[in-house]
C-alpha cells in the first residue's frame, strides 16, 4: 500500500496535466473526460472520475485519495496540441510509453508554442476577409477594402486584447473599427456593398469553434459545460453585433 499511492498520485497528475492542455487550447470537454479516463486506466486507476467544465477540472479515483481540482483561467485555440496530446494518450494506452516518458512529454507539448507569428495570423485574417466577402456575393470590386478591413481590425483585436483582458471589449472596439472602416470606404467610393465588407471583415471574429463545441457537448449530455461554451459564444456575437450598431447609430 505504501507504494501505491505515490504512483496514484502521479498518474492523478498525469491525467490533470493533459486534462489541462486538451482544455486550454479548445477541445470538447468529452473529450477530455474520455483522453484522462483511458490514461487513468492504462496506467492501473480503471474506475476514475473527471468532471470537467470551461473553467476547471476535477478528477478522483475511486480508491481513499481525495479529488483534486485543477482551474483553467485562460482558453484558446491550438488544436495541433489537442492531436499531440492524444497522441500521448494513445501510446500510453498501447504500452508504448511509460509514465515518467508521457508526464516529460506532456511537460514539453505545454510549454511548447505552436503559434503562427503575429503577422501571419493578420494576412491570413485579412485574406479570409476579403474571401468571405466574395463568398457571400460581394462584387470583387470590395474585395481590397474588405482585405485591408479585416485585416486591421483583427490587429485591433490582438493588441487591444494584450492590453484589456475581457474579452468582450476588444471585440467589440475591434468590430467598432470595422465598421468605420468600411463606412470610411463607402464613402470615398472605394467600396460599394457596405454589408458585404462588413460580414467578410467580422467573420476572423466570430467564435466558430467554440459554437461548435457548445452544440456537440449538449449534444453529449454535458449540460454546464455546453451551455456555459454556449454563452461564451453568445457574448462574443453580441459584442460584435454591438460594435458594428453603434458605428451605424453615429454614422450611417
Known amino acids: 500500500m505504501e507504494n501505491k499511492y505515490p504512483q496514484t498520485f502521479e498518474v492523478i497528475e498525469l491525467c490533470l496535466l493533459a486534462g489541462k ?14 483522453t484522462m479516463t483511458r490514461i487513468a486506466a492504462a496506467l492501473g486507476i480503471p474506475n476514475s472520475h473527471s468532471y470537467v467544465t470551461p473553467t476547471g477540472i476535477v ?101 487591444l486584447h494584450r492590453v484589456v483582458q475581457i474579452k468582450f471589449f476588444s471585440e467589440f472596439i475591434a468590430s467598432f473599427i470595422i465598421g468605420i472602416l468600411s463606412i470610411l470606404f463607402i464613402k470615398a467610393g472605394l467600396g460599394t456593398q457596405l454589408d458585404k465588407i462588413i460580414i467578410g471583415s467580422v467573420m476572423p471574429l466570430v467564435p466558430g469553434l467554440l459554437i461548435t463545441n457548445a452544440v456537440r457537448d449538449l449534444m453529449a449530455g454535458h449540460l454546464v459545460s455546453g451551455l456555459s461554451k454556449g454563452a461564451e459564444a453568445f457574448l462574443t456575437a453580441f459584442a460584435i453585433g454591438a460594435g458594428i450598431a453603434v458605428v451605424f447609430s453615429f454614422l450611417s
Open 21 to 34: 492542455i486538451m482544455l486550454q487550447c479548445g477541445a470538447e470537454t468529452y473529450r477530455v473526460e474520455d
Open 59 to 159: 478528477f478522483s479515483t475511486d480508491d481513499t485519495n481525495p479529488a483534486k481540482l485543477i482551474r483553467i483561467s485562460e482558453r484558446t485555440t491550438d488544436l495541433y496540441k489537442v492531436t499531440l496530446v492524444n497522441g500521448v494518450s494513445r501510446k500510453v494506452s498501447s504500452g508504448e510509453m511509460t509514465r515518467e516518458q508521457a508526464f516529460l512529454k506532456l511537460k514539453e507539448i505545454e510549454n511548447a508554442n505552436y503559434t503562427f507569428p503575429i503577422y501571419q495570423q493578420i494576412l491570413a485574417a485579412s485574406i479570409a476577409s476579403a474571401c468571405f466577402m466574395v463568398m457571400f456575393q460581394g462584387e470583387w470590386n470590395n474585395f481590397i477594402p474588405a482585405l485591408i478591413t479585416g485585416g486591421v481590425g483583427f490587429t485591433s483585436f490582438i493588441f
